[in-house]
């Protein structure tokens, strides 16, 4: 089976960076994930990692490392609007369906 | 843009009741999927489907079943609502490849009393 281990809050100022850490357990592996959930939404994809090393797309960094089953989200330049919760996910099997970890509380303040 | 879109934005039903969630995309997607999220639990599987006709069990599939006739609907069935079915229901679908994206719905909130 699989398991995913983040933080369950972080909070940051406006303007900081924050990094939100996922470690994992998994019987098959094809990449890492993050989605962004904003309250009464739908999650969205924000970044995936298939291979070690930093994804960046914007102020959004994704990091990746399998050897340690270890991953990470890099949100930089907070903004009001990133109060959201963060989702790490591990897909595999047939159809690459992911598992989820239960999701960081992300409060960013004025 | 990929769309999903799911039947109800909310539901109310009783015990005993079988239940009926619909959830259609239209980019043409070989994979689509169910989840139940609950607060502290985030998203579990519930059961997905890789083609028409065929489908697989996720985590939690007690209690659910799913049909998938046409490539873009696949449906979650509830064949007899209980109280801890309660929760919000989110389908998403998936190419199947490259780096794993899923498009969701935009749930249904369930509450069986």
């Known amino acids: 089976g699989q398991s995913l281990e983040q933080p369950s809050e972080v909070t940051a100022v406006e303007g900081a960076i924050v990094q939100i850490n996922c470690t994992y357990q998994?019987?098959?592996?094809?990449?890492l994930s993050w989605y962004q959930q904003h309250d009464g939404g739908a999650p969205t994809f924000l970044s995936y990692?298939?291979?070690?090393g930093l994804e960046e797309t914007g102020r959004f960094s994704s990091f990746l490392s399998r050897s340690d089953s270890y991953g990470y989200l890099l949100l930089q330049e907070l903004q009001m609007k990133d109060s959201a919760s963060y989702f790490c996910a591990v897909g595999s099997g047939s159809a690459r369906q992911l598992t989820f970890g239960s999701g960081t509380q992300l409060t960013v303040l004025p | 843009d990929v769309k999903v879109t799911q039947s109800s934005r909310y539901l109310v039903k009783r015990t005993g009741e079988k239940v009926f969630l619909e959830c259609v995309q239209d980019?043409?997607?070989?994979?689509m999927f169910w989840y139940r999220q609950d607060p502290g639990l985030g998203l579990r599987l519930i059961y997905f489907s890789y083609d028409v006709k065929m489908k697989e069990k996720g985590d939690i599939p007690e209690g659910y079943s799913v049909s998938r006739e046409k490539k873009e609907r696949f449906s979650l069935i509830l064949e007899s609502a209980s109280t801890n079915q309660t929760s919000m229901y989110l389908c998403?679908?998936?190419?199947?490849?490259?780096?794993?994206?899923?498009?969701f719905g935009p749930g249904t909130r369930l509450t069986v009393t």
């Open positions: 998403a679908s998936s190419l199947g490849q490259g780096r794993d994206e899923q498009y």
């Open positions: 998994t019987s098959g592996f094809y990449g």
């Open positions: 980019m043409d997607h070989e994979n």
């Open positions: 990692n298939a291979l070690d």
